[in-house]
């Protein structure tokens, strides 16, 4: 039987290696406090956490990263996360901007699924526009795909270039 | 020497000839019997006479005279054959050479006749052997043209067919080496965004099928 979290993904958790990292760095800190618990040598400041994790923990679901009870909370809802989350593939034809990966993503998880994973790509032979590609399906979203469905449009515009 | 002096010539050869026969018969005919008298001394004289007279006449020179003229008379008869047979000769030879000129012609007539009428018939032949060879180059060439312009027409509608459905990538490609990667992704999203939107029941549809 699978949970289902109740976590928010921030827009910044793009992919799947997104959570990789955000779950590495919850073990790390975990076994920084464990470490600090057994040495009792005075408190040790904790490590700064990256702004990502900052982002999902503090910010948007507001977990205190300083109890051990809700990292492992935290932990075990990114488990679950990654166990469910759907991934995509997107292609672009050049690399893209980390405002315009949020839109998307936003987008996504709006209306698709609030835990869609992207995995981001490259294909300069769109021109323009992307590839999606799911579980089983291609999405061509492209401009190759935009004008193959203006075809006979484009037909007529060069009859009418040739007529003249 | 003419005419008139040959024939006092021969003439005086025949009267001395007919004078000695008329001697000869006399003498022949009124011999003295064996038993007559002898003949008188007159006539024994006459008959010296005579006898001198015909040696006289036919004398070495005479007769070498008469052998010269015979000779001369010969050669001239010889000549005048000669002549004759010379112009003959060349009548003949001249008769000869139209003969053989008009033969000639007339074979030569015949062969060139014969020649010109192979020629003809050759020309003609060679004619309507060409006048068949343009027709048939004629059909060839029309079925030449209408074979190239139904491959034309078939190649030209195969590539406007192929133009046409190849025409997204052609522009695409266009558009391609003409922009590159200058259109920025931020210029594009609404036109991304636009595109999810359309496919967003086939996306939630293969999600839940995924999940």
């Given at each position: 039987?699978?949970?289902?979290?109740?976590l928010?993904?921030?827009?910044?958790?793009v992919?799947?290696?997104?959570?990789?990292r955000?779950?590495?760095?919850?073990?790390?800190?975990?076994?920084?406090?464990l470490?600090?618990?057994a040495?009792?040598?005075?408190?040790?400041?904790?490590?700064?956490?990256?702004?990502?994790?900052?982002?999902?923990?503090?910010?948007t679901?507001?977990?205190?990263?300083?109890?051990?009870?809700?990292?492992?909370?935290?932990?075990?809802?990114?488990?679950?996360?990654?166990?469910?989350?759907?991934?995509?593939?997107?292609?672009?034809?050049?690399?893209?901007?980390p405002?315009?990966?949020?839109?998307?993503?936003?987008?996504?998880?709006?209306?698709?699924?609030?835990?869609a994973?992207?995995?981001?790509?490259?294909?300069?032979?769109?021109?323009?526009?992307?590839?999606?590609?799911?579980?089983?399906?291609?999405?061509?979203?492209?401009?190759?795909s935009?004008?193959?469905?203006q075809?006979?449009?484009?037909?007529?515009?060069?009859?009418?270039?040739?007529?003249? | 020497?003419?005419?008139?002096?040959?024939i006092?010539?021969?003439g005086?050869?025949?009267?001395?000839?007919?004078?000695?026969?008329?001697?000869?018969?006399?003498?022949?005919?009124?011999?003295?019997?064996?038993?007559?008298?002898?003949?008188?001394?007159t006539?024994?004289?006459?008959?010296?006479?005579?006898?001198?007279?015909?040696?006289?006449?036919?004398?070495?020179?005479?007769?070498?005279?008469?052998?010269n003229?015979?000779?001369?008379?010969?050669?001239?008869?010889?000549?005048?054959?000669?002549?004759?047979l010379?112009?003959?000769?060349?009548?003949?030879?001249?008769?000869?050479?139209?003969?053989?000129?008009?033969?000639?012609?007339?074979?030569?007539?015949?062969?060139?006749?014969?020649?010109?009428?192979?020629?003809?018939?050759?020309?003609?032949?060679?004619?309507?052997?060409?006048e068949?060879?343009?027709?048939?180059?004629?059909?060839?060439?029309?079925?030449?043209?209408?074979?190239?312009?139904?491959?034309?027409?078939?190649?030209?509608?195969?590539?406007?067919?192929?133009?046409?459905?190849?025409?997204?990538?052609?522009?695409?490609?266009?558009?391609?080496?003409?922009?590159?990667?200058q259109?920025?992704?931020?210029?594009?999203?609404e036109?991304?965004?636009?595109e999810?939107?359309?496919?967003?029941?086939?996306?939630?549809?293969?999600?839940?099928?995924?999940?």
């Amino acid at each position: 039987m699978v949970l289902k979290p109740n976590l928010v993904l921030p827009s910044a958790v793009v992919s799947v290696g997104d959570l990789n990292r955000l779950s590495r760095e919850l073990s790390s800190l975990n076994d920084f406090f464990l470490s600090a618990a057994a040495r009792k040598a005075g408190a040790a400041p904790p490590p700064r956490v990256t702004r990502i994790l900052n982002s999902l923990a503090t910010e948007t679901n507001k977990y205190n990263l300083l109890d051990a009870k809700q990292r492992q909370n935290l932990a075990q809802e990114l488990k679950t996360i990654q166990a469910i989350a759907p991934v995509m593939h997107i292609s672009f034809a050049s690399e893209p901007s980390p405002q315009a990966i949020e839109r998307i993503l936003v987008w996504l998880r709006t209306n698709i699924h609030p835990y869609a994973l992207l995995q981001v790509g490259l294909q300069p032979t769109i021109a323009a526009g992307c590839v999606l590609r799911t579980t089983n399906q291609v999405f061509d979203m492209s401009l190759r795909s935009y004008l193959d469905r203006q075809k006979d449009y484009l037909v007529a515009l060069v009859k009418g270039a040739v007529g003249d | 020497m003419n005419t008139g002096g040959l024939i006092l010539v021969i003439g005086s050869l025949l009267s001395a000839a007919a004078a000695f026969i008329w001697l000869a018969t006399k003498l022949k005919s009124g011999p003295p019997s064996p038993g007559g008298k002898p003949a008188s001394p007159t006539s024994q004289i006459f008959e010296q006479a005579a006898k001198e007279d015909v040696d006289h006449i036919f004398n070495n020179e005479f007769r070498e005279e008469l052998r010269n003229r015979g000779r001369l008379h010969f050669e001239k008869v010889i000549g005048e054959n000669a002549m004759f047979l010379q112009q003959d000769l060349r009548q003949t030879t001249s008769q000869l050479n139209d003969y053989m000129r008009a033969e000639i012609t007339r074979t030569l007539q015949v062969e060139f006749k014969k020649y010109e009428q192979s020629i003809t018939d050759a020309k003609a032949l060679a004619l309507d052997s060409i006048e068949k060879t343009v027709v048939t180059i004629e059909q060839q060439r029309k079925f030449l043209e209408t074979q190239m312009l139904t491959q034309s027409e078939a190649q030209k509608a195969r590539l406007i067919a192929r133009f046409e459905v190849e025409m997204a990538g052609i522009v695409n490609h266009y558009i391609l080496r003409a922009i590159g990667n200058q259109i920025d992704l931020s210029d594009q999203l609404e036109f991304i965004l636009s595109e999810l939107e359309a496919n967003k029941v086939a996306i939630l549809e293969d999600i839940k099928r995924g999940t």
